[in-house]
């Protein structure tokens, strides 16, 4: 650990010039600045190249995590953690906070030996609108994450890599999973962990309409998030809302979290509206053969993401011949990280999957 070091980045950092994003490849490193660890550690924002939903370079912000004692020979394997819905404005960016941003177990990998790489997403800090919840966007981040840690020749990172994220970032492990053989073919990723996560957006999509019709009102926050930020990016119609909710999804945009609306904000489900059917579908993973192996941790009371959606999605990822685990758990939405025993659970899936133990699938034969 170095002394007197910042807790949080210098702002200015999260907006390289246009030229230094043209000019990066997919991984390589743009901008880095060492920030505050806690003894034994030692820790940076970087900020690195990635590609676009428009195919074109872009530029992301995260943290890097590593031990501070030198590696060995083959360094230190690597842990990418996906966080959670944080919101979509620039000050929504969890490495905004530091390492306040990233949870105290998964800060404890790399006591135990692992680097950890923490991206905030394309868009979310850096310039852009933050596409949330589209796969092929979280896959990449996530994905290119890894390889700027790897990139990091004072964090000692070794090749292999695995993905474990929440919520959210469940969501995006699962893409990052289906998008490394055709995205990132070099990089060595032997699994990936999503905890709680939209697996089936359509269904999610149709739980969330029927559940504010009824008044639990809190199951929109997410889906108004994610229209206002998909009319943003695709143009989609949001006419089937009520004006205070498409007020509320546009605000959204520019924030951690939607306006509250007091009524439902839907007029009609969107899942019936062909082009909306198609966003969700195209979104949800499980669309192409993965040849990593994944684990699904689901809780049966899951108040933001149901449960049967989740089942739902796993399903349709064991239809295509992958290779998934599902484990069901008691709780709520939170259970599947911070529920009794469950995170000695995905250290020791962690731990497996770098020791080369063979993978676990309850899909049927």
């Not at 060595?188 to 089936?200: E, R, V």
């Not at 992958?322 to 000695?344: C, I, K, M, N």
């Amino acid at each position: 650990m170095v002394v007197g070091l910042p807790a949080v980045p210098d702002g200015a950092l999260y907006y390289p010039s246009a030229d230094a994003i043209a000019a990066a490849t997919p991984g390589q490193l743009i901008q880095t600045f060492e920030i505050k660890a806690s003894p034994g550690k030692r820790a940076w924002f970087v900020v690195y190249g990635s590609t676009g939903l428009d195919g074109k370079p872009v530029a992301v912000s995260g943290i890097v995590i590593a031990p501070e004692a030198a590696p060995g020979e083959s360094g230190y394997p690597v842990v990418a953690w996906a966080h959670g819905t944080t919101g979509i404005a620039d000050v929504c960016a969890p490495s905004k906070q530091g390492l306040n941003s990233i949870p105290a177990d998964v800060q404890d990998l790399v006591t135990q030996g692992y680097v950890v790489t923490a991206t905030d997403y394309e868009g979310l800090g850096t310039a852009g609108v933050h596409p949330y919840l589209i796969g092929i966007s979280e896959g990449r981040s996530v994905l290119d994450a890894i390889r700027a840690a790897q990139a990091l020749p004072e964090a000692g990172a070794a090749a292999e890599a695995v993905v474990i994220g929440h919520s959210q970032g469940g969501h995006a492990a699962l893409w990052s999973a289906e998008l490394a053989s055709s995205y990132a073919p070099g990089l060595a990723l032997l699994g990936a962990l999503a905890a709680s996560p939209p697996t089936d957006l359509l269904g999610w999509d149709t739980w969330a309409f029927h559940e504010a019709a009824v008044g639990a009102l809190y199951a929109a926050d997410a889906p108004l998030l994610l229209f206002g930020v998909w009319n943003a990016i695709y143009d989609a119609p949001l006419n089937f809302l009520t004006n205070a909710g498409r007020q509320s999804a546009v605000a959204g945009r520019d924030a951690c979290g939607p306006d509250p609306v007091s009524t439902t904000p839907y007029l009609r489900d969107p899942a019936e509206i062909p082009e909306w059917n198609n966003l969700l579908t195209r979104n949800s993973p499980g669309l192409a053969l993965t040849g990593v192996p994944m684990r699904v941790v689901s809780p049966k009371a899951d108040e933001a993401v149901q449960y049967d959606t989740q089942v739902d999605g796993v399903t349709a990822m064991c239809a295509i011949g992958d290779t998934v685990e599902l484990r069901s758990v008691e709780g709520d939405h939170s259970a599947s990280v911070q529920g009794p025993g469950a995170w000695s659970e995905i250290t020791a899936w962690i731990t497996d999957r770098f020791a080369g133990v063979e993978s676990v699938t309850t899909c049927a034969p």
